[in-house]
Structure formats: structure tokens, C-alpha cells
């Protein structure tokens, strides 16, 4: 059970304290409301683009990092399609320097050309280091697109494509600034050695005199319903033949989304879930294979991403997941594999809760999906799951009218040619 006190400063900044009197250590973790989904679709990638501008310099402060060292202090910061997280922690006595940091990066970035060409050079060799140039790493780049017609998941994170970040204008990267990082759009969760009065005091003294700024209302597309099934073959010189399928599921906030994770734990978590035992251990058409959740906050996305033993047909493995699919629909579970995997859902919440950061992000999360206390209610929801339960997810998701498939060959490489 986590703890916590909640209240909101006038400029609408939602804040949350967790007392943790057993460490020397402090926390301050600001959730922004902003992920690569609220981008326009001509210039994708900027959530992502401001996790590099926003260490780039401040008002009152030209060098983010040097402050938070001299204290003790480490930071760090995440992008996904729903939220920008930045996080730090530092020794409990210093924590009012954290405060200082990060208010004055939510007050007003130091905007520069000069800032935003390193940054942009920093996140276009990212692209190209970690999606065009890695093998398999132009994966979500094909996937996402190919499940998503219309919901702006299609992108990934990182954005469409490189020419988007490549043309960002200092005119564009202000707005985006304006639009989404400010108090009425973001969740500061303070931990660790500090008592409540303590950190509502300093939140009011650094976060409460900057100005409110516009709420943001987020109206997204609807993702239609797939009914049919959507197949895209692509080759690349990587090691293996490989299968990503992809099927809709309820969104983070959705009563069945613990019913549909756990299908993806018995289909594909560990080495004992069903994909494993039968396609790798049995069988042995695959060399690797698992089975995960996005966990979006809007309709996510079931994986099912495996690599091929050489000389196994690509259409010869796809049939056997579908097969497996196929009876995980037609026969209603055991109690005894559903509790398994159950008790593994909830030994992986409960390790969450070990490290203060994660208890920080977690609350934060919880807060932005309504309510803060919802770490503390996952365990229940999770052990709530029936096996009947787990059969209509499995039907419902499972159908290979929702699946999207990515059929990734490896190509062959060609030996040059001796020369004589």
C-alpha cells in the first residue's frame, strides 16, 4: 500500500506527496500530458524532440544538469505515445534545488537557435541510430502505421519520419511548448524523506507563481474497428526471419485490460507460457518468442513477436500462433494456469513498488488516468480475472480479423566474388 496526500495549486497544478521516512533520498517526478499522439501529423516527433530541449537550458538557468550535480542529484527523462515523464532524484536536504529546476523549465525554456540545431542534430542520429540503421529497428515504424488507420499511435514515438524534425522551426517548437507544458497540463509527485507540509510549501513557492496556461483538451480520432486481417512482408539484412502480430485491445483504463494482459502472459511470458512451450521448446520453428501489452492509454495494441530457426517457412510459423490462438478461444482456461500467472502479475506490481522513483511514477500515472490511488487497486483487478473472463478477452482480441502482421524476412547476403 502506498500512501499518499493530494492537492492542486491555483494555476491547476495537480500534486501528489508520498512520505518515506526510511530514505535519505528525496524524489520530484513531473508528468507532462503530452505524448507523440497529440502531434499533427505533418511534424511528429516533437514530445520526444522537447525530452532533449528541456535540458537544454532555462530562464534563469543555462545549464540544467550542473545545479542538480553539485547537490548530489541525478535525472532523467522518458517520451511515450501518451505522456512525457521527467524525473530526479537527490539527497532529501537539497531537495528544494529540485524544486528550483524543475519550476524554472516549466516557467520558460531558454529558447535558442543555436539549442534547438544540437538538439535536433542529437535526435535525428537517435532515429537513425536506434530505427533505420539497428536490425528489426524499423519495426514500429511498419507496425504501428499498419495496425493504426487512424489514431496518431500509427506514428512512433521517435515521429514519422526524419524529415519532421529535421524542418522543426523555432516558431513550431514554441508553440508545441506553449500548448502542453504548463501547470493546468502536468503532475508533480514529490517522495521520499520530506514531510507534506514541507513539500506543499516549497510547490506553492516555486510552482505556484507561474501562470496556468490553457488546458489542454485532447480530441483524437477514434480508431475504427479492424475486420479484416491486414498482412505486410518486408526484408532486411538481419540475423532471422521474424513475425510481429498485432491485435487491438481495451485501453489502460478499460475494466477488461487486466483480462487481456493476462492473455498475453499465458500466451507468451516466460518460459513456461504456451507460445514458448510449443513453438520453441516442442516444436522448435521459433528461436525466440513472447507475447506482451502495450498498455496504451486509449485502445492499445496485444504483441505477439517471435524470431525463426533458419530454414522454417514464414507462413508455416504464422499458421502455428494462429493455431494456438485458435484453441486459447475455443477452451476455457485452467484455474490453476490462470492463478500463475496471476500471482506473476502481482509479484511484478509489488517489485514495482520497491524502488521510491517507481512508487513516484506510478502515483503520477495513476493520477493522470484519474486516479492516483489506482497503484494501490491493480492487485485486486488483477486476482478479479475469471477464466470466463479470460476466454471472451481471448475471443475478442485474439480474432485474426483484428490482428495486423508484419512478415520480416532476413535477406540473404551475398558473398563478393573472389577474384582470380
Not at 309 to 315: A, K, P
Request: glycine share 6%; aromatic share 8%; charged share 25%.
Amino acid at each position: 500500500m502506498i500512501e499518499f496526500k493530494e492537492f492542486t495549486l491555483d494555476n491547476g497544478l495537480q500534486v501528489i506527496v508520498h512520505e518515506d521516512h526510511s530514505t535519505p533520498m528525496a524524489v520530484l517526478n513531473v508528468l507532462y500530458n503530452v505524448g507523440s499522439r497529440d502531434e499533427d501529423e505533418q511534424h511528429t516527433g516533437f514530445a520526444h524532440l522537447f525530452e532533449h530541449l528541456m535540458f537544454s537550458g532555462s530562464k534563469n538557468i543555462p545549464v540544467y544538469d550542473e545545479p542538480l550535480q553539485r547537490v548530489g542529484g541525478e535525472n532523467n527523462a522518458f517520451t511515450s505515445p501518451d505522456i512525457t515523464n521527467y524525473y530526479l532524484s537527490l539527497p532529501a536536504q537539497n531537495i528544494e534545488t529540485g524544486f528550483w529546476l524543475e519550476s524554472d523549465r516549466m516557467l520558460e525554456l531558454a529558447f535558442s537557435e543555436n539549442g534547438l540545431e544540437v538538439q535536433r542534430k542529437v535526435v535525428v542520429e537517435e532515429f537513425k541510430q536506434n530505427y533505420l540503421n539497428q536490425p528489426y529497428g524499423d519495426v514500429w515504424l511498419k507496425l504501428r502505421p499498419l495496425a493504426y488507420q487512424q489514431h496518431p499511435y500509427k506514428w512512433a514515438t521517435i515521429g514519422k519520419e526524419i524529415s519532421h524534425i529535421e524542418n522543426a522551426t523555432m516558431d513550431i517548437v514554441k508553440a508545441f511548448f506553449k500548448k502542453h507544458y504548463s501547470p493546468a497540463n502536468a503532475i508533480l509527485v514529490v517522495a521520499g524523506n520530506v514531510t507534506f507540509e514541507r513539500a506543499k510549501e516549497l510547490t506553492e513557492r516555486w510552482f505556484g507563481p507561474i501562470p496556468a496556461g490553457t488546458k489542454y483538451e485532447r480530441n483524437l480520432p477514434e480508431e475504427p474497428a479492424q475486420t479484416e486481417p491486414r498482412v505486410l512482408e518486408t526484408s532486411a539484412d538481419v540475423p532471422m526471419d521474424a513475425i510481429y502480430k498485432a491485435y487491438h485491445m481495451p485501453a489502460r483504463t478499460h475494466a477488461d485490460y487486466y483480462a487481456a494482459d493476462l492473455v498475453s502472459d499465458m500466451l507468451g511470458r516466460g518460459k513456461s507460457s504456451r507460445l514458448y512451450n510449443e513453438l520453441v521448446k516442442e516444436r522448435k520453428l521459433f528461436n525466440s518468442i513472447s507475447a506482451s501489452v502495450s498498455g496504451s492509454l486509449e485502445s492499445g495494441l496485444l504483441i505477439i513477436q517471435g524470431k525463426l530457426n533458419e530454414g522454417v517457412d514464414l507462413q508455416e510459423a504464422n499458421a502455428a500462433i494462429e493455431a494456438i490462438n485458435q484453441q486459447f478461444m475455443n477452451d476455457l482456461v485452467d484455474e490453476k494456469e490462470l492463478n500463475k500467472v496471476k500471482n506473476q502479475a502481482e509479484t511484478s506490481i509489488v517489485y514495482s513498488e520497491v524502488e521510491l522513483l517507481n512508487r513516484a511514477m506510478n502515483l503520477a500515472y495513476g493520477k493522470l488516468m484519474g486516479d492516483a490511488n489506482h497503484v494501490n487497486l491493480e492487485g485486486e483487478k488483477v486476482q478479479a480475472v475469471t477464466p470466463e473472463d479470460i476466454q471472451r478477452l481471448a475471443r475478442q482480441v485474439l480474432n485474426p480479423n483484428n490482428c495486423s502482421t508484419l512478415l520480416y524476412k532476413a535477406e540473404k547476403k551475398t558473398e563478393p566474388a573472389e577474384v582470380a
